[in-house]
C-alpha cells in the first residue's frame, strides 16, 4: 500500500506544487502545502477511487493555498516577488534570438507577478485552465462550481490579468 | 437596422476579446468584431495584447517539487503511524479503509439496492414493530391501554418509517416516501391501532 501511495504522491507533486507556487508565489509555502497535501492523501486515498484523485488534490490544495494567504493577510497582494522570476522562468519560446528570448522571460515573470494580484477564484482557474492545462469539466469538478461559471470565470481572470498588466506597466512609467 | 448589423462599441468587444480569441464566439458576432476590428486600431491592439498575455500564460512552466518534500512526508506518516506506548495501532490508510468498508457495509445493510427489497425491508421493521407491541401488550401483567396510547403507538410506527425513508435518502437512494407511507407505514400503523383496539375490548 505504501508503495502505491508513493507512486502517487510522485506522480502529483509537481502538479500540487506548481499550482501552489503560482497561487502563493513563495517556495517555502508552495511546499509546505504540498507536503500537507500529500499527508492528507495518504490519510484519505483507501477512500478515493483513481478518477477523483486529482480532483480531490487540487480541491485540497486550493483550500490550503488560501488558508496560507488568510494566515499572511495579503489575500489579493503581492506575496513576495520572485528574486529567481527571469531565470527559472524556462520560456519555451521559438524565438531564435536570445534578445527575444529575454523579452520573453520578462514577459513570463511580469505575468506571473500580474497572476498573483488576481483574486481568487479567478486565479484558481486561470493556473489551472492554462498552465495546467485542465479541462473545463474537470475544473468544474474540482472548485464544485459549474461547467459555465468556469467559462465565464476564466475570462474575467483573463481580463483581470490584463488590467493588472496594465496597472503595473503604469506603476513602473509613472 | 437589425440588431446583428449594428456596429459594436470598443467597450463590448473590450468584453468579447476573450470569447474571440478562444474561437466562442458564434458566427454572426464574431463577424461584427471582425468588422469593428477592421476600423479600429486600439481595439486590435487589445486583441494583440491579450493574445500576447495568454501566450506568456501558457509558456509560465510547471515547477518541480524538491525531493525533501517527500522525504518529509515520509517522516511524518512514519511518526503518525508509529504505535501508541504499549498499543497496536493500525495505519491511518488501513482505518479509513476500514471505515470505508463499514460504511459501505452499513449502507447496504440500511438501503438495499433492489427495488423489491426495498418495501421487504420496511415491512420486516414494520413486522417486528407489531410484533413487538403485540408481545407488549399480551404480557402477563395486566395493562391499561387509552385511545392516546394508541394515537402515540401510531405515530412511533409511522416515524420509524419516516426515518427509514430518511436514511435510505441520505444514502443516496431515491424513496418514493408516498409509497413508503402508504403501503408500509399506514398498514404497520393499523395493525399496531388494530392489536390495542382488542386490547381495550378485552
Given at each position: 500500500?505504501q508503495?502505491?501511495f ?52 487540487i ?22 516577488d520572485?528574486p ?8 519555451a ?31 484558481s ?12 469539466e ?5 472548485l ?17 490579468l ?13 | 437596422?437589425r ?44 486583441v494583440?495584447?491579450a493574445?500576447?498575455v495568454?501566450t506568456?500564460?501558457?509558456a ?26 504499549g ?70 410506527v409511522r ?43 378485552q
Amino acid at each position: 500500500m505504501q508503495q502505491v501511495f508513493e507512486q502517487m504522491a510522485a506522480r502529483h507533486r509537481d502538479r500540487i506544487f506548481t499550482y501552489a507556487w503560482y497561487c502563493l508565489g513563495d517556495r517555502d509555502d508552495a511546499e509546505d502545502v504540498t507536503q500537507e497535501v500529500l499527508v492528507r492523501l495518504w490519510r484519505h486515498w483507501a477512500l478515493l477511487e483513481e478518477p477523483k484523485v486529482v480532483p480531490w488534490l487540487i480541491h485540497v490544495t486550493r483550500n490550503l493555498c488560501i488558508d496560507t494567504m488568510r494566515r499572511r493577510k495579503t489575500h489579493r497582494g503581492v506575496i513576495k516577488d520572485d528574486p529567481e522570476g527571469l531565470v527559472m522562468n524556462q520560456v519555451a519560446s521559438d524565438a531564435p534570438s536570445p534578445g527575444a528570448r529575454v523579452e520573453a522571460a520578462e514577459m513570463g515573470a511580469r505575468v506571473e507577478r500580474a497572476l498573483r494580484q488576481v483574486p481568487e477564484p479567478y486565479r484558481s482557474i486561470v493556473i489551472l485552465r492554462e498552465i495546467q492545462d485542465f479541462k473545463y469539466e474537470e475544473i468544474a469538478a474540482a472548485l464544485e462550481v459549474p461547467l459555465n461559471t468556469v467559462k465565464v470565470y476564466l475570462h474575467r481572470g483573463r481580463r483581470k490579468l490584463r488590467d493588472r498588466l496594465r496597472e503595473m506597466v503604469s506603476d513602473a512609467t509613472s | 437596422m437589425r440588431r446583428a448589423d449594428t456596429p459594436l462599441s470598443c467597450g463590448r468587444v473590450k468584453v468579447l476579446v476573450e470569447a474571440y480569441l478562444d474561437e466562442s464566439l458564434a458566427g454572426p458576432r464574431r463577424a461584427r468584431v471582425d468588422a469593428h476590428l477592421v476600423g479600429c486600431e486600439a481595439c486590435r491592439a487589445e486583441v494583440a495584447q491579450a493574445l500576447q498575455v495568454r501566450t506568456a500564460l501558457r509558456a509560465l512552466p510547471w515547477r518541480a517539487c524538491s525531493d525533501v518534500v517527500l522525504e518529509t512526508v515520509r517522516t511524518r506518516l512514519a511518526a503518525a503511524d508509529a504505535p501508541a506506548s504499549g498499543g497496536n495501532r493500525k495505519p491511518a490508510a488501513v482505518r479509513a479503509a476500514a471505515a470505508q468498508e463499514w460504511t459501505r457495509r452499513l449502507q447496504e445493510w440500511l438501503v438495499p439496492r433492489s427495488s423489491v427489497w426495498k418495501p421487504a425491508v420496511g415491512l420486516a421493521a414494520a413486522a417486528v414493530l407489531v410484533v413487538g407491541v403485540y408481545a407488549f401488550v399480551h404480557r402477563p401483567t395486566e395493562i391499561q391501554v387509552t385511545p392516546q396510547d394508541m394515537q402515540r403507538a401510531e405515530g412511533q410506527v409511522r416515524w420509524v418509517m419516516a426515518r427509514i425513508g430518511q436514511i435510505s435518502q441520505h444514502a443516496g437512494n431515491k424513496v418514493r416516501t408516498d409509497v413508503l407511507e402508504k403501503r408500509v407505514a399506514d398498514p404497520a400503523a393499523r395493525a399496531v391501532s388494530g392489536v390495542l383496539e382488542d386490547n381495550i375490548r378485552q
